[in-house]
């Protein structure tokens, strides 16, 4: 402290404070370019901040920011994103993380508990951040001045407990039980709306559940701002270290004094920062030398409002902006103004999530447009309301209009924007004249997402002023500016040429239509871009919702919305334009969950087993303090790691350089395959091996060349991402990258006879017998990544006498352990790979982690030091692989009645470059195909092998893309006979007999085939059929939305493998457990802990219950417990569970003879004494096992049905999702439920959003959460009901239960199912518009993912057209 900057501000320490703690950081610390994720990870204790994308997408690092205004006195708490802001940028603030919300030590806060009682948790890497969004909610709602809520509630409000989870993703619990945790704290909230949870039972009253929940007591809220802080510096810092600058200037005089000094200094990089939030989108790699913070300069900063509008300061955040223009839009301005204003602010509140928003500034997001051509709302919907800017281009201040602004070439880097001014809008009203006017204003965006966090397709802002002659019919425009931006246009435009042809004219079909021509020509999106076509046709339907409502024919445009009368028209013209919206768009429809139900049916023969016991951890989860592997505590001396990967899909290496001359800032080593000691292998299992480096051949993007080793991960990040990669691709074949190429030059994998599944019965009889066939009609299936939450890490660390201590992220450690062993050149047990809780696995993390932690080990072990390595998302992306990609081209006979006879696929699987274990696959698909009696079965399925990522085995893998090839055929098969798809469904559904031929031994008993019974249930609890005709009413009187409904079977093989487990009883009567399974969020340990308790709990009759709370399941140890196999294929808890039941037993016999002698001795048992006494008569109580599965019961049938949809232009709402599944006896019934749930939802990614594309190369482009969108809160289904069928006793089942985590995913495609549905109906009406009655319009197949353009494109890109059209033909 004291030093003089050149610019005469005193250079300060930066202060302070986090979950109430102090930090000053003095010069020699602060490197203005660290994220405040990256110094809470890497300088505190406080590990609950989680880096789930680093680019604001996901809110896993999510913390509350305090910032005082000692004018006020007042303190201002909002989330923000760690990943995005800068330490710098924090001085005086407080932090409060989630460890700062509640903990393990000072006791849990009410949202932990409540998250753990709603079985919210499952992996838990999304939980800290979950927990701070609500906890923020909570602290601003007690802050507002609403009426005081009832005892134990907050002030929260449902719709707000909702939103503020909303930019929060979480791939693990499909978002229901989380939203109930939220909701439980609002005031407005029924609590017969709240799901299933552990803290009461069914039938409670509405009091006796209250008094259940973690009491909530709003007036003891953990966040105090730090009294210290409030002393101390309230400005911001001028910091300087090592030659960087952080500025914090107070005065426009004083920015312009550093920009002029930085603009002399020759050679440095100046970057101006307010949020920081631009750097998640263009993820700028470079350091910068002076970092200059807008924040506290006044000017900027200001709110000022007169009659001629609001001026905005740039650096004014936009959840202020968007508060102020609510305030203002019931305020003191003109009516005109005032829509305008709440226009503007509704709109806003879907840029990005909250906590983006938060820290984002207005100014940020223009000159980000401005300068970056960013596909900006902001700029898009000012621009019809000639918002004026206020720039400063070194001393001299410019005022421009926004149109001027935007089109201008990119200012300069140091061009400052100012503020931006929203002029007040009036009306010029003549009230002598004939005509009455109205002032419209309307904002559109189309996006993935209902509720923001996705950027649009295309948005548009339409400003018009209307005159409705008294005298007359038709509406003039007087005024009309048309918006449209986002659109991969440079930058927002105006219509102007469609503007001009508007105005002083009547509005009519034919000008519409003639406007929406010209509009045609006018949005046009670049060459080259995706989507494009449907992009020119979101504006289209924009400028049609817009204007529709004031053409004068009612019925046919409006659809009776307007009924010729001006005067009425005129009044009603706002309600009418809502009206229209809620038909074009759907906002009628709550844009979040609106109910739910869940019926369970638990057994309770073998108590804990079968209850819903809370999950192991969850509070930890909840508070951040569970360790992943890359919470541990770096070692001394450590080293991070990051993959070198291909760009190009096969070349020769020849080497490997880096861009910049010197080596890269923190360079350690660069470690590649002549490195390794041992046998170059990434990975091993019985279905083949794949190097770990790639020796002489690259052999597909993304391929692993070379891992660098730098000292922190973010310069091993850096340092990968300079390395320069010399190709040679000279006398190559070219590579294999469709499998079309694979079948051509005969590049396929082997499959194993055992694994090749058997064909059924005879196709061409069954042909023959058929009455109708369809020939060779194809499908594609695309890719689906995994998205866990946390990418793939591990930790080497070598220890004494040649041996290597691994931390893993793995479904895998034993293949780790083998693969490591064999790569080190080392016998195995000198190896030992520790894994204790995963945060998602999805099947993402079984072979594919194996080669993070082989990376780690070799450089670990050349290097002996510590090496670890946290991939960055976009790497993950890229190496992922995913699931299989596939072409099916099938043949299929029928009688008229609908009833298949046979079915022929050929099915060619993308297998990618390695084995991995996609020899699984073809049985995979067989067994789930066979859901249906196909009368006879045959397939050809080849493996293709092609020069492109290993695909692994992704939840539910083959499986799902069964289940759609199914649905797909039953579809067109509907279609070609015109019958009602759920007909040919139900006609083809299997009768015992049928099953039994299908699936053999597997089919069970027949009471045991409990698909019909769940099919007709269904029905009846789904009000199926009364819906069904509710749509078709739907339908006929709704142009512009169109609805579906479908139901679908679902039965899968399951098959369980050896699995061993140890249970040891402490001389204090505790218990540990290790099991072979790894828990990755499924409940594995919970089940685990449950049969534990039973198992040993049998030592008494009516059992121990306190046992449950004696028993800790503790991380695999490769060394400790050996055979463990892999976690996968949704049957590994129940098996770990039978390991772990069977070493209950050996420790049962072994503690008889004393037991007996107790009861006989004092005629009681106390479960410590026992204990006590056996130690005493050294009683061996630690029990090994090995549950091997006898053959009978490999395999068995999980039965479900699913029913749901609702179809608009382009983007589809999931109104209702119904599904009944046969768990058995469920181990733990809350498990089960958030397993199906959660596939559910991960299924409707799949199906319904998820696009995983690659380049010509191979190498994949959607690397991150703005193009890679994964379900969120408002794209679950807005009713969902599930329900839990116990069905009874199975003998050849563990304790009768039946597995739930991958089944369920494949119910999703009955989402697409139903949408295809609505888009049937929209394809028959566009043929009516047409003047054709197209048999065929029903005869499509649409895609997966079935995204907005997709669906949009299939309803008939042009369909705004072709209705004019007919329109005007009819008139
Ligand atoms: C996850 C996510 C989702 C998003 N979604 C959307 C969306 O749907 N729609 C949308 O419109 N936007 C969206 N955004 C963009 C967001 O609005 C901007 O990132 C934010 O407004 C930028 O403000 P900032 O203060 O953080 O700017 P910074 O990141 O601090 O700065 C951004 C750029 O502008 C420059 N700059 C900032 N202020 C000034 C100034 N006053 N004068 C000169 N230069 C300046 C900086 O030098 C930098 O180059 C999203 C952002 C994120 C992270
Ligand atoms: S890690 Fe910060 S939002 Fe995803
Ligand atoms: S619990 Fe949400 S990501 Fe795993």
Known sequence: MGEVAADGERKESLVFAINGERFELSESDIDPSITLLEFLRSRTPFKSVKLGCGEGGCGACIVLLSKYDPVLDQVKDSTVSSCLTLVCSLNGCSITTAEGVGNSKDGFHPIQERFVGFHAS??????????????????????????????????????????????????????????????????????????????????????EKMSRLPAYNRNSSNLKFPEFLKKEIKAGANLASKGYHWYSPSSIEKLQSILQKNEADDGTSTKIVVGNTGAGYYKELEQYDNYIDLKHIPELSIIVKDQTGIEIGAAVT????????????????????????????????????????????????????????????IATILLPVDAIVNIMIGQKLEKLTLEEFLGRPPLDSRAILLSIKIPSWELTKDISSETDTKFLFETYRAASRPLGNALPYLNAAFLAEVSFCRNSTGATLNTCRLSFGAYASKHPIRASNVEEFLIGKVLSVGLLYEAIKLLETTVIPKDGISHSAYKSSLAVGFLFEFLSPLVDTPDQISGGLCNGDNSSMLRDYNSKIEDNNDKLNGTKFPTLLSSSKQNIQSGNDYPPVGQPVTKVGAAIQASGEAVFV??????????????????????????????????????????SVKDIPGKNLGCTSIFGEEPLYADEFAQFAGDRIAFVVADTQKHADLAANLAVIDYDKDNLNPPILSVEEAVKRGSFFEVPPFLSPKQVGDFSKGMAE????????????????????????????????????????????????????????????????????????????????????????????????????????????????????????????????????ALKLDILIDAGVFPDVSIILPGAIVGSLKKYDWGALNFDLKLCKTNRPSRSAMRAPGEVQASFIAEAIIEHVASTLSVEVDTVRSINLHTYNSLGFFYKSAAGEPLEYTLPAIWDQLATSSSFHQRTEMIQEFNRSNKWRKRGISRVPVMQEMSVRPTPAK??????GSIVVEVGGVDMGQGLWTKVKQVAAYGLGLIKPGGTEELLEKVRVIQSDTLSLIQGGFTGGSTTSESSCEAVRLCCNVLLERLTSLKEKSMEQTGTLEWETLILQAYQISVNLSANSLFIPDSTSMQYLNYGAAVEVN?????????????????????????????????????????MFEEYPTNSNGLVTANGTWSYKIPTLDTIPKQFNVEILNSGHHQKR??????????????????????????????????????????????????????????????????????????????
């Open 1294 to 1371: 563990v304790l009768s239960s039946k597995a739930s985590g991958e089944p369920p995913l494949t119910l999703a495609v009955s989402v697409h199912c139903a949408t295809r549905a609505a888009i049937v109906e929209a394809r028959r009406q566009l043929g009516s518009w047409n003047g054709v009655d197209d048999p065929n319009s029903t005869a499509f197949q649409l895609e997966v993912p079935a995204v907005m353009p997709v669906v949009k494109e299939r309803c008939g890109l042009d369909s705004v057209e072709k209705f004019l059209q007919w329109t005007m033909g009819t008139k």
């Open 122 to 207: 499952q992996c838990g890497f999304c939980t800290p951040g979950m927990c701070v969004s609500v906890f923020s909610a909570l602290v601003n709602a007690e802050k507002s001045n609403r009426s005081e809520p009832r005892p134990g509630f907050s002030k929260l409000t449902v719709t707000e407990a909702e939103k503020a989870i909303a930019g929060n993703l979480c791939r693990c619990t499909g978002y229901r039980p989380i939203a109930d945790a939220c909701k439980s704290f609002a005031a407005d909230v029924d609590m017969e709306d709240l799901g299933y949870n552990s803290f009461w039972k069914k039938g409670e009253s509405h009091e």
């Open 1063 to 1068: 249970v040891s009883i402490l001389s204090d």
């Open 1207 to 1247: 179809l608009l232009t382009g983007e589809t709402t999931i109104l209702r999702s119904d599904i009944i599944y046969d768990c058995g006896q469920s181990l733990n019934p809350a498990v089960d439920l958030g397993q199906i749930e959660g596939a559910y939802v991960q299924g409707i990614g799949f199906f």
């Open 630 to 671: 890359d919470d541990i505590p770096a070692p001394g001396n450590c080293l991070y790691g990051a993959f070198v990967y291909s760009t190009e899909p096969l070349a020769r290496v020849k080497s490997i350089t880096f861009t910049s001359r010197s080596p890269p800032v923190g360079f350690n080593a660069l470690i």
């Open 770 to 901: 058929a009455d109708r066939q369809i020939l060779s009609a194809e499908i594609k299936l695309g890719s689906q990544y995994y998205f866990y939450m946390e990418t793939q890490t591990a930790l080497a660390m070598p220890d004494e006498d040649n041996s290597m201590v691994v931390y893993t992220s793995t479904q895998c450690p034993q293949i780790a352990h083998e693969t490591i062993a064999q790569c080190l050149g080392l016998p195995a047990n000198n190896i030992r790979v520790i894994t204790r809780r995963l945060g998602g696995g999805f099947g993402g993390k079984s072979l594919r982690a194996v080669t993070a932690a082989t990376a780690c080990a070799v450089a670990a072990y050349k290097l002996q030091r510590p090496v670890r390595m946290y991939v960055n998302r976009k790497t993950d992306m890229i190496m992922a692989g995913g699931r299989h990609p596939m072409k099916i081209t099938y043949s299929v006979g029928f009688k008229e009645s609908g009833k298949i006879t």
């Open 318 to 377: 936009i959840s202020k902006a968007i508060e102020v223009l609510k305030q203002e839009s019931v305020g003191d301005f003109p009516l005109e103004s005032k829509t305008v204003f709440k226009k503007i602010a509704d709109h806003m509140e879907k840029i990005a999530s909250g906590f983006v928003r938060n820290s984002g500034s207005v100014g940020g997001n223009l000159m980000m447009a401005q300068r970056k051509q960013f596909p900006s709302d």
